[in-house]
């Protein structure tokens, strides 16, 4: 029996698309070539789909040198639609070759253009199966002013927040001001749409406002000014039941921070000092259990599909959800795979359970279509 095939598609537009490639180094390392065939594809940051080298150590993170997709002259022809799912790639004389059927594509694209449902809708109007979250919850996810509005529907207890757009900073600043304060300080500041806490600020006091607001509005024209909650920084990784079985919560990893203020780009990446993952955390089991059950929650809440990592304030008061992200960063060294690995699953078996995942959701699909 052939193997499946599997695109795994990296980089892209967004801010994020460093990330995106160095997830790639690690999943092109880990993931079970006696099962699957791989086959690389990176977007460029101008959005042009190139057939990568399937070398990963190419992509591997490096802080002094972040890893890239750079247009190396080839052009991914992707399936015509219908029962069609052969891949083709136009290479730079021209040639146009045939790179055998695709099976599934396993999406690890973070931000704008990747993780907000735009590439899954372009998947699903192909009819290619995909890894990880679909159009609904990763849009939803993706804008954090839609995802608290839709937690705060189901019962989620999430951080008070004010949304605040271009237009109106630019029309009406005193406005803003008057509602950040009433906020209390310190507060948040980050960009609607944007992760990896790309653009995010954390305001001490309403002098600090007004550059971090320039610095959010640089990624979006869309920002929330958050409430700071004090208490720990908890977060779980969810995956997607299988058999028509429910979701399933990892045990949780704790954000530890020392003389970092937050956690920002460069501890969660760079290796910057002053914030430890630590996973498992050092949780009491009342206290792992109501993490879990929350975390599912919330992955229900937003219709979530594949996979989840749901952050939290664990607080004197409970719990309050931060948000969801629905593709987490995915590096080896990142908080939703050391989750995993710390409830018993390796980083190559969690490649394969989102891959296999995505197969099984496709072939109930085929079923019931087939059954009309």
């Not at 801010?15 to 993931?31: D, F, W």
Request: proline share 5%; with cysteine.
């Amino acid at each position: 029996m052939d193997k499946p095939a599997v695109a795994v598609l990296f980089g892209g537009r967004s801010s994020e698309h460093s990330i995106s490639s160095a997830t790639a180094g690690g999943v092109l390392r880990a993931i079970d070539r006696d099962r699957y065939r791989v086959i690389p594809i990176g977007i460029t940051r101008e959005g042009v789909f190139v057939l990568e080298d399937d070398e990963p150590d190419k992509f591997a993170l490096d802080a002094e040198r972040l890893p890239e997709v750079v247009d190396n002259g080839t052009r991914v022809v992707w399936p015509e639609g219908g029962a069609d799912r052969t891949l083709r790639v136009r290479r730079p004389d021209g040639a146009l070759d045939e790179l055998g059927g695709v099976d599934v594509v396993l999406p690890i694209l973070h931000g704008l253009h990747g993780e907000d449902g735009t590439v899954q809708g372009f998947f699903d109007t192909l009819g290619i199966p995909y890894a990880g979250g679909g159009v609904l919850d990763s849009a939803l996810c993706m804008d954090k002013h839609f995802m608290k509005i839709v937690l705060a529907a189901a019962g989620v207890p999430v951080s008070p927040w004010v949304t605040v757009t271009r237009a109106r900073w630019e029309s009406d600043p005193e406005g803003v001001r008057a509602d950040a304060a009433a906020l209390g300080e310190p507060s948040f500041v980050k960009p609607a749409r944007a992760g990896s806490s790309v653009g995010v600020s954390k305001v001490h006091d309403g002098s600090e406002l007004d550059a971090a607001l320039a610095l959010a509005f640089a990624e979006d024209d869309k920002v929330l000014i958050e409430s700071a909650i004090v208490g720990r920084e908890v977060e779980v990784a969810i995956l997607e039941g299988r058999g028509g079985a429910g979701p399933r919560a990892s045990l949780p990893g704790e954000i530890v921070l020392t003389t970092r203020e937050f956690y920002d780009f460069e501890g969660k990446y760079l290796g910057g000092d002053g914030a430890d993952v630590v996973c498992p955390a050092d949780l009491t089991d009342a206290e792992i259990a109501a993490i879990q059950d929350l975390g599912i929650r919330s992955f229900l809440a937003v219709d979530g599909k594949g996979l989840a990592r749901v952050d939290f304030f664990l607080t004197a008061d409970g719990l309050y959800v931060n948000e969801l992200n629905t593709m987490p960063g995915f590096t080896p060294i990142s908080m939703f795979p050391k989750c995993w690995i710390a409830s018993g699953m390796s980083y190559g078996e969690l490649i394969s359970e989102l891959v296999d995942t995505a197969l099984e959701r496709a072939g109930a699909m085929t079923a019931a279509a087939s059954a009309r």
